[in-house]
């Protein structure tokens, strides 16, 4: 068997796959996205900001959660409740700081930065936001609620956290990994835990539908944001000297 082949061989593909993506053109793709969701969803989000700061919920908040809870079934509660444990007390910071370990032991350096800034400093931009529109969370009169907490509610912090974590984490599998079942997997996670926890908010009576609606169009464009730093991040970082395959040792 010809090891030193085999190894050439594995080696120009991995040069391959971390060649492909171009940083300025990926920063050039996403800028246009990010400057789409700035004039789209971003004023939409500053509607509902507005209007959350003066009504306390609207009608169709209430009729979407009282049909959410309708679904009664112990295994769907716990589900939901399962989704959202992500997101609770500590349970987010110490994700994050696995999650950046992980890519650390990966040599993947700015990745992990850019996950930690994700979701650090979007914790702040949705405290923030919470703090200016001050809206209150839904009631144990109107609602069945999980768990009475302090925190104003709109936007849903973890929805947006969702977004700035798993959004993030999402993109960078989707991006640099090669096709693999691994791959797949954590896609398929990722897209799950954003997608669902919307829901699970509503269900629990944690958050009424245009707090989940708003979290979703700030954290989106929030994600946009880090995404764009990353590519300028990725851009400034000095390439290795690509060498003749035979002078790899």
């Given at each position: ?35 789409r969701?700035?004039?789209f ?37 716990g589900?939901?409740?399962?989704v ?5 007390n ?17 040599r ?21 936001i919470?703090t ?99 590519w ?5 970082q ?12």
């Amino acid at each position: 068997m010809d090891i030193d082949g085999a190894t050439h061989s594995n080696l120009s593909k991995e040069t391959t796959v971390v060649h492909t993506v171009d940083p300025s053109k990926m920063r050039q793709r996403h800028r246009r996205l990010l400057w789409r969701a700035v004039v789209f969803a971003l004023p939409i989000a500053l509607i509902l900001a507005v209007l959350a700061a003066y009504v306390s919920y609207f009608s169709l908040d209430l009729s979407i959660t009282r049909e959410l809870q309708e679904m009664s079934n112990p295994i769907f509660r716990g589900f939901m409740i399962g989704v959202s444990w992500f997101g609770n007390n500590r349970h987010g910071v110490v994700i994050t700081v696995l999650v950046t370990v992980a890519l650390l032991l990966m040599r993947l350096k700015i990745e992990a930065r850019m996950l930690l800034i994700s979701s650090a400093v979007g914790e702040v931009v949705d405290f923030l936001i919470k703090t200016i529109v001050g809206r209150p969370r839904p009631t144990v009169d109107l609602v069945s609620v999980y768990t009475n907490l302090n925190s104003k509610s709109f936007p849903s912090g973890h929805v947006f956290h969702y977004v700035a974590l798993y959004g993030f984490l999402f993109y960078l599998a989707y991006v640099l990994m090669p096709k693999s079942i691994l791959r797949t997997i954590l896609l398929i996670v990722c897209a799950s835990l954003v997608s669902l926890v919307g829901i699970s908010r509503m269900y629990l009576g944690e958050h009424w539908a245009s707090d989940v609606v708003g979290a979703y169009l700030f954290g989106t464009v929030w994600l946009l944001v880090v995404i764009d730093f990353y590519w300028k991040m990725k851009i400034r970082q000095p390439r290795p000297v690509k060498q003749p395959m035979d002078q790899v040792v």
